[in-house]
Protein backbone atom coordinates (compact mmCIF):
# COMPACT_ATOMS: atom_id res chain seq x y z
CA UNK A 1 0.00 0.00 0.00
CA UNK A 2 1.38 3.53 -0.82
CA UNK A 3 0.49 6.21 1.09
CA UNK A 4 0.24 10.05 0.42
CA UNK A 5 0.40 13.15 3.09
CA UNK A 6 -0.54 16.39 2.04
CA UNK A 7 1.30 19.31 3.23
CA UNK A 8 -0.38 22.21 2.56
CA UNK A 9 2.46 25.44 2.03
CA UNK A 10 0.87 27.13 5.05
CA UNK A 11 2.53 24.13 7.44
CA UNK A 12 5.23 25.02 6.54
CA UNK A 13 5.96 29.37 5.74
CA UNK A 14 6.17 30.13 9.03
CA UNK A 15 9.38 27.41 10.05
CA UNK A 16 13.16 28.21 9.01
CA UNK A 17 14.82 26.20 6.16
CA UNK A 18 16.02 23.68 8.42
CA UNK A 19 12.51 22.93 10.21
CA UNK A 20 10.48 22.37 7.04
CA UNK A 21 13.14 20.59 6.02
CA UNK A 22 13.11 17.94 8.93
CA UNK A 23 9.72 17.99 8.91
CA UNK A 24 9.10 16.67 4.97
CA UNK A 25 12.36 14.64 5.98
CA UNK A 26 10.22 12.52 9.05
CA UNK A 27 7.37 12.06 7.35
CA UNK A 28 9.27 10.28 4.16
CA UNK A 29 10.57 8.54 6.76
CA UNK A 30 7.69 7.18 7.38
CA UNK A 31 7.24 5.75 4.20
CA UNK A 32 5.38 7.94 2.91
CA UNK A 33 5.09 10.54 -0.02
CA UNK A 34 4.11 13.71 0.55
CA UNK A 35 2.69 16.53 -1.62
CA UNK A 36 3.79 19.67 -0.82
CA UNK A 37 1.64 22.60 -2.19
CA UNK A 38 3.86 24.91 -3.60
CA UNK A 39 8.24 24.38 -3.64
CA UNK A 40 10.87 25.10 -1.39
CA UNK A 41 13.42 26.87 -2.34
CA UNK A 42 16.38 26.24 -4.38
CA UNK A 43 18.59 26.48 -1.27
CA UNK A 44 16.12 24.04 0.36
CA UNK A 45 15.97 21.23 -2.41
CA UNK A 46 19.77 20.75 -2.40
CA UNK A 47 19.66 20.70 1.70
CA UNK A 48 17.11 18.50 1.36
CA UNK A 49 19.02 16.27 -1.20
CA UNK A 50 22.44 16.67 0.84
CA UNK A 51 21.02 15.79 4.44
CA UNK A 52 19.17 12.80 3.04
CA UNK A 53 22.71 11.70 1.18
CA UNK A 54 23.81 11.68 4.56
CA UNK A 55 21.32 9.57 6.45
CA UNK A 56 21.04 6.88 3.77
CA UNK A 57 21.20 3.65 5.88
CA UNK A 58 19.75 -0.25 4.33
CA UNK A 59 16.46 1.10 5.74
CA UNK A 60 16.22 4.42 4.23
CA UNK A 61 17.48 4.54 0.77
CA UNK A 62 16.97 7.88 0.34
CA UNK A 63 14.60 10.50 -1.17
CA UNK A 64 12.82 11.16 -4.64
CA UNK A 65 11.79 14.66 -5.33
CA UNK A 66 9.62 16.52 -8.01
CA UNK A 67 8.32 19.72 -8.65
CA UNK A 68 5.60 21.10 -11.59
CA UNK A 69 4.92 24.42 -12.06
CA UNK A 70 1.73 25.27 -13.95
CA UNK A 71 2.36 26.29 -17.11
CA UNK A 72 3.84 29.87 -17.55
CA UNK A 73 2.55 32.22 -20.72
CA UNK A 74 5.37 33.88 -22.03
CA UNK A 75 3.49 36.33 -23.87
CA UNK A 76 1.97 37.67 -20.62
CA UNK A 77 1.91 41.61 -20.07
CA UNK A 78 4.16 42.77 -18.01
CA UNK A 79 1.87 44.26 -15.18
CA UNK A 80 0.22 40.73 -14.78
CA UNK A 81 4.30 39.59 -14.62
CA UNK A 82 4.81 41.78 -11.75
CA UNK A 83 1.95 41.04 -10.06
CA UNK A 84 2.69 37.78 -10.29
CA UNK A 85 6.52 38.28 -8.76
CA UNK A 86 4.97 40.55 -6.18
CA UNK A 87 2.61 37.78 -4.98
CA UNK A 88 5.20 35.30 -4.92
CA UNK A 89 7.46 37.48 -2.78
CA UNK A 90 5.42 38.67 -0.32
CA UNK A 91 2.95 35.38 0.02
CA UNK A 92 6.27 32.87 -0.81
CA UNK A 93 6.26 30.41 -3.70
CA UNK A 94 2.76 28.59 -3.41
CA UNK A 95 2.91 28.17 -7.24
CA UNK A 96 2.98 24.57 -7.87
CA UNK A 97 3.44 21.24 -6.19
CA UNK A 98 5.80 19.04 -5.14
CA UNK A 99 6.15 15.34 -4.61
CA UNK A 100 9.16 14.17 -2.13
CA UNK A 101 8.50 10.39 -1.44
CA UNK A 102 11.19 7.38 -0.53
CA UNK A 103 13.71 6.01 -3.05
CA UNK A 104 12.72 2.63 -1.63
CA UNK A 105 8.91 3.05 -3.03
CA UNK A 106 9.22 5.77 -5.83
CA UNK A 107 10.93 3.77 -8.91
CA UNK A 108 10.30 6.87 -11.04
CA UNK A 109 9.02 10.31 -11.67
CA UNK A 110 8.04 11.68 -15.20
CA UNK A 111 6.84 15.01 -15.26
CA UNK A 112 5.17 16.94 -18.16
CA UNK A 113 3.95 20.70 -17.75
CA UNK A 114 0.83 19.71 -16.39
CA UNK A 115 1.10 16.23 -14.91
CA UNK A 116 3.53 13.97 -12.95
CA UNK A 117 3.71 10.40 -13.55
CA UNK A 118 4.79 8.27 -10.44
CA UNK A 119 5.86 4.85 -11.07
CA UNK A 120 6.11 2.86 -7.69
CA UNK A 121 8.22 -0.43 -6.96
CA UNK A 122 7.18 -2.83 -4.17
CA UNK A 123 9.08 -2.86 -0.99
CA UNK A 124 10.75 -5.84 -0.62
Known amino acids: MVTFQFVPYQE ?3 LSSA ?3 NKLLKIVKENKIVLLQGRLKKEEEADL ?3 TMEEV ?7 ELS ?3 PEKSREGDMLSKMKSG ?6 GDRQGFTVIGPASIIKKIEKNP ?7 QEKK
Do not use: C, Q, S, W
Open 12 to 14: IEG
Open 19 to 21: KRI
Open 49 to 51: IEI
Open 57 to 63: TEKFKGV
Open 67 to 69: VIY
Open 86 to 91: FMNTLL
Open 114 to 120: NKIELFT
